[in-house]
């Protein structure tokens, strides 16, 4: 069974500094990893999704890369601002259009 | 806009109460899905349809049904037998392996 972990649970940094989100998976046949924004009480906001042909994708501020071969991705967020402050989940999907599994999320605040 | 709407956005049922929640989605997306958060978790699978007429149960599927009578909606019931019902639920679409899109969920409370 898939298991997907994120550390940390919750991280708070300086407007500005650069940081990076971390994403591990059991099972490496995974057929697409995506991040995910969460603001409170919100549905899920997509950020970036990395076919398992790939092994990074970006988006303005945003990017993520994917090593299968070690179960792991990342999502590097430069600049940070007050703005970025959310929950970061990344979820893993196994088959095309198949179930995906979820991590606990990373909280970020980003403080003025 | 094309998009995926739950409704209502927050319900109050008694215990002992069956309760449906509705998802509709206008993206013409085969696959649809329903979680749910508990607070400070992520997303676990109850339920998931490929394609009309068709779905599979999730990792905690019990206490729960569906039913995929068109594709565009996917109602999730929330029936009696479920012990913990009160939670976010959240329900997705997607189509192949483009990127899941989200409703923006419907928070149900039984007391």
Redesign the interface.
Known sequence: KQEVTQIPAALSVPEGENLVLNCSFTDSAIYNLQWFRQDPGKGLTSLLLIQSSQREQTSGRLNASLDKSSGRSTLYIAASQPGDSATYLCAVSSTNAGKSTFGDGTTLTVKP | DGGIT?SPKYLFRKEGQNVTLSCEQNLNH??M?W?RQDP??????IY?S?IVNDF?K?DIAEGYSVSREKKESFPLTVTSAQKNPTA?Y?C?S????????????T?LTVT
Do not use: I, K, M, T
């Not at chain 2, 400070?40 to 699978?45: A, D, I, P, Y």
């Not at chain 2, 997607?94 to 969920?105: E, I």
């Open positions: 739950q085969d696959a899905y979680y400070g978790q992520g997303l676990r699978l998931y490929q599979q999730g976010f959240l997705a997607r189509q192949g392996n483009s990127p899941l899109h989200f409703g923006n969920g928070r």
